[in-house]
């Protein structure tokens, strides 16, 4: 669009003229060329026009062209620029009107320009003169002419306000003017309006600016006056009409105008606002067109490249690619190229050379593919830059932009792979890892009715075969019959061989949807999507079987522990450690007789709640073997996974390790249990998932998967078949990466805290940056889930909480942590997701991501679930650490 062009601006426009009242001064030794006429022209075609002088001559715009390069080169000219005024008319109640004079070089000495009105009786100058030196030369200063009131009839009166000849001996602007300001001064003695002078800017975030009107003298009729912007593009009144009436005539009425955001990068935009010609009965009004106010629309587009979060931040030989978005900031006036490459192409290729924008797709994005590339080279992880850039465009604004994303290619990550035909997954623990009371019809989260995972379409993914639907047994378990007590040997199913996975088994007496099912479709998703690509490998079946216990403590599932009705050892009935050893020795046989291999790849662990509630009476406890006590729970899970490693190998003949996969327990909430023991840990938190984290950071074979809170419960202790299923998604993650890369998963979680004054500084480890605080999947619970302890003792959240003044995402990895003051004394701790506060309403209280205890700290993964499809975020898991505190 094209900004009206005022006469004062036409007056800059034009080079080496007198035209605008001012007189060219040209450096010694040089031609001044022949003189240009002065052709100034005042339009008062129409009675209430603002009167600014067009001081260009036909003979200036005819020679416009011509002139154009030689202005370009000239040296910097003398001149007084006098602005457009701020309104187009003073008027006689002592209205107002406001420019400002400058100079364009610096005087030689002071510069006095005198200020006049041509008719003294309508208006005044608040200053006689203006005084530039060569100190403020550069710096406009504001004259104010205010109408005066002479008590005669006689309509609007037109005047001018001179601004020079300047004096000034030696300073280079002797005799100079300004372009005279051309003004009329509203009569209040006659009809009309008087338009006061506009106040604001209206901007295209959304900006006003406003001006009034009313009448000078009381109309015998209602006057209507239209209004409309002359630019709707750029601003918009409020009102389409103002109605004086003989009772409101003298009372100002307001005009708004707010600002449009055209998306053009235009820069400020100055339109008139029209008032159109009255209608009335009033004969003295009908007709009478009042004064068109000067709007201005600031711009607040910028141009730019806007670069979406990349998908990952690493490519590999074998082809992984990443992804990300790219989109202009705002509407370019034509095409706009922006080349795209790398800056090494051994390491990594673009899906395209170019992206086009137009004025049409401009904020469309365009999604960028970065693939990988095999060097044959042992190099290593090499990083490279992805560039965007510099842009190419007929519009100016948008020539010249440039981008960056920093990724890094990784050498082929399967060379820590290990193909098997059968891949066993082991799953163990209490309540939650065989599903017991968790799937119903979940009407209470808002779900429809729930259906079983039935056989993948197309994987086969596998469990035993222990009977089938006739005897209720269709999924991982390998015990039927079982209940709250454990399972007695009756249960004992032996089974005959490999049956497709799915779930609906009737391990206890109800059907029920385990983690497995989705778990091990999400591993064949991940498998084929991210790290079979360009290699021989096109399948990876992924058997699942559960030998998990209702209610069962560590003493009870680990080995030599619990049976049937019998927590207290010798074990009895069909202890689950014996259990899941068999299914391990199960799966070998059948592997070898289908002339297949097969591997046990970890084992699940999804337990902790009744060793939260029995913590004093249970730690420390017997070490199985080899005498003295496992101090805690931390030590607990290194001993099991410990003998699940020693005994799997043993009934398999593997020598691949096991590791064991955590989920942490955040369902302790729904206790009604009360502590006996003086040493219990406060019913408020909970020592169990900051053990999980310690034994994670402590042990290579201990992987810490995700916190529990994000997901949905049924009867808050127990997950739906919902959350079942998205934890079994979460647990994939961590299989591929242990399987597929060799490397250990790594949670949400701190690496580093430190503490400068009220400041707290928490570095995350964060597996896709950058982190957020999401108070739209999570509620939040108060200070987005993180306390600041100081004092007590050794106890988990143990001392005095201090008050968390705010907490903000300050860098893709870093969190920070304001205290409402500097903390003293020792023991300083900062805990995260594991304080439930009751609020008076004594126990229970339901575990989940609205109620529950929770925290809002979440990565930026932009995987989607299968289960409802929203994003498969990594949220942060529980902690509690000391500060200052520097990994693992």
Known sequence: MNALRSPLHTCLLVALATACGSTTVVPDGEDAGPPVEDASVVDSSKPNDSGVADARSDAADAGDAADASDAADAAPVARVDVSAPSGPATNEAGGTVTFTVSLTVAPRADVVVPLAVSKPTEASVDVPQLTFTPANWNTPQKVTVKGLDDVVVDGDQAYTVSVGPATGAGSGYEGLSGAPVSLKNEDDDSAGSFVGAVAGTATEAGGTATFTVRLRTKPTADVTIPVVSSDLTEGTTDVASLTFTPLNWDTPQTVTVTGVDDRYVDGPITYPVTLG??????????????????????????????????????????????????????????????????????????????????????????????????????????????????????????????????????????????????????????????????????????????TFTGPHATYTNLAFDTGGAAVGAVGPFTALGCNGSGCAASTRRVPVGFAALQEGDRHMSYQVETHATAMANRINDIALAEYFPGTPYTKHDVLVSNHGRSGYNYACLRKGGCGYNAFSLPATGYPPFTEGIEQATWGAQFAAADARSHVVRAVTFIHGEDDHYNYGDLYPVARRAGGGNLADYAAALGELQTDY????????????????F???????????????????????????????????????????????????????????????????????????????????????????????????????????????????????????????????????????????????????????????????GANQRLEYANFFNYNGTGRPGCPGPTQGVRGNVRDSDPATSSTDGKRLYNWGVTFELPVPYAGP
Request: proline fraction near 8%; include cysteine.
């Open 277 to 450: 010609a009255a209608t009335s009965a009033d004969p003295l009004y009908q007709g009478v067109d009042p004064a068109d106010p000067m709007v201005t629309t600031t711009d607040d587009d910028v141009p730019t490249l806007v670069l979406g979060a990349p998908s990952g931040t690493r490519t590999n030989e074998r082809g992984g690619a990443v992804t990300f978005d790219v989109h202009l900031g705002a509407r370019p006036t034509v095409n706009v190229v922006v080349p795209v490459r790398v800056s090494d192409a051994t390491e990594a290729r673009v899906s395209a050379a170019s992206l086009t924008f137009t004025t049409a797709n401009w904020e469309t994005p365009q999604t960028v593919t970065v693939t990988g590339l095999a060097d044959a080279i042992a190099d290593g992880p090499q990083p490279y830059d992805v560039l965007l850039g510099a842009t190419t465009s007929a519009d100016a604004p948008f020539a010249g932009l440039t981008g960056m994303v920093s990724l890094v290619n990784d050498e082929d990550v399967l060379t820590a792979y290990t193909d098997f035909s059968i891949n066993h997954v082991l799953a163990a623990g209490q309540s939650n890892a065989i599903a017991s009371g968790g799937t119903r019809n979940d009407a209470n989260q808002g779900f429809p009715q729930f």
């Open 662 to 824: 955590l989920s942490q327990m955040q369902g302790w909430t729904s206790t009604n249990v009360l502590p006996a023991d003086p040493d219990y840990i406060p019913p408020t938190s909970s020592p169990i998932p900051v053990q999980q984290y310690r034994a994670h950071k402590a042990n290579p074979m201990i992987v810490l998967v995700t916190p529990g809170y994000n997901l949905l419960f049924n009867d808050c202790l127990h997950f739906n078949g919902f959350g079942q299923r998205k934890l079994g998604e979460y647990f994939a993650k961590a299989y591929a990466k242990w399987v597929f890369e060799g490397t250990k998963w790594e949670p949400t979680g701190p690496t580093s805290i430190t503490r400068a004054g009220a400041v707290v500084t928490v570095k995350y480890h964060v597996p896709v940056p950058p982190l957020a605080l999401d108070t739209t999947n999570v509620s939040n619970p108060g200070s987005f889930g993180f306390r600041y302890l100081t004092g007590g003792s050794s106890k988990i959240a143990s001392g005095t909480a201090q008050t968390i003044q705010s907490v903000a995402v300050t860098a893709p990895d870093t969190i920070t942590i304001t205290l409402a003051a500097v903390p003293t």
């Open 645 to 660: 490693e020693t005994d799997i190998r043993a009934a398999t003949g593997q020598a691949q390790g096991v590791p064991l």
